[in-house]
């Protein structure tokens, strides 16, 4: 059977096998997919769905598989990838499909949103529209901030509760920060706490930030923390989801508060261990 690496006409490299310890096979992609390819690694930061794609496509440098040349498919959030393996191991992509919904519509979809202060009602309000980054240039002191949702009624109700938690944890002066525009993240959760799906939609998150080297202030709220623990439990068992999009020791500038942690893998001493093995700053709990 001919290798990918000898039909040099049909397919692109877009990850090497030697460019780092984690990266066990050669990534190939199809010559004419290799500008979407291209624009993929460079723009993801951007959008969530992009990362788990780019993260997807290193993931396959290590997955196990028979080295048949027979196709195969990862479903992912958003789209689904198809590949094969060859008898040398290399990987080649053929397929990337794209969720036409890939954008939920909805009032109170999982996703992030915007909590801006309003100066006339002298409120924090969520906003409606569903975004798929984190403003990292936003923020209080160099520093953007981000909160996690527990259960709550709905995005609205976490939105002007969480901020409480926020200024708490992070011993934030009210009028330094109730000004017009002024904003913070909110990763809401309707339901299904600590699914993988969410999980790993956070865990694309926090990628976005550490590529950045941007400094973050994280609250993470009730039944929130068995989600962020299973996306650093993600990030622990896969050293290389960091290294690929991120720059070296970028996690220190991911500062974690757990206010009221529930879920599996939350008592604090779990807690403790795991944001000292993936290299968060935890501030308390």
């Not at 049909?10 to 050669?26: A, F, G, M, P, Y």
């Not at 009210?174 to 999980?199: G, M, T, V």
């Amino acid at each position: 059977m001919t290798s990918i690496s000898q039909l040099n006409r049909t397919w692109q490299l877009i990850i090497r096998q030697d460019e780092s310890s984690n990266v066990s096979r050669n990534v190939y992609v199809l010559k004419q997919h290799y500008p979407l390819w291209e624009e993929l690694k460079r723009t993801h930061t951007g959008n969530y769905y992009k990362t788990i794609i780019v993260r997807t496509a290193h993931q396959l440098c290590s997955m196990a598989g028979a080295r048949n040349g027979e196709s195969k498919s990862l479903d992912l959030e958003g789209g689904s990838l198809h590949y094969t393996i060859d008898a040398k191991g290399d990987v080649g992509i053929y397929l990337l499909e794209i969720n036409d919904s890939i954008s939920p519509s909805g009032n109170q979809n999982t996703g992030v949103y915007k909590v801006v202060y309003d100066q006339k009602s002298k409120k924090w309000q969520t906003g409606d529209e569903y975004r798929q980054h984190l403003e990292l240039d936003h923020g209080w002191n160099n520093i953007h901030y981000a909160a996690v949702s527990g259960k709550f009624e709905d995005k609205e109700a976490a939105g002007r509760k969480l901020i409480e938690h926020i200024r708490n944890a992070y011993k934030l002066v009210e009028r330094d920060i109730n000004q017009f525009n002024n904003h913070y993240s909110l990763f809401w959760q309707k339901d299904q706490h600590s699914s993988d799906k969410q999980a790993s939609i956070l865990l694309a998150l926090l990628q976005q930030a550490m590529a950045r080297d941007a400094r973050v202030n994280w609250l993470v709220h009730g039944e929130g923390a068995g989600t962020f623990v299973k996306a650093m439990k993600k990030l622990e068992a896969n050293p290389q989801y960091q290294r690929m999009m991120a720059h070296e020791e970028s996690q220190q500038y991911q500062n974690v508060y757990f206010s009221n942690p529930r879920g599996k893998g939350t008592r604090k001493k779990q807690l403790e261990a795991l944001c000292e093995k993936v290299g968060f700053n935890l501030v308390d709990i």
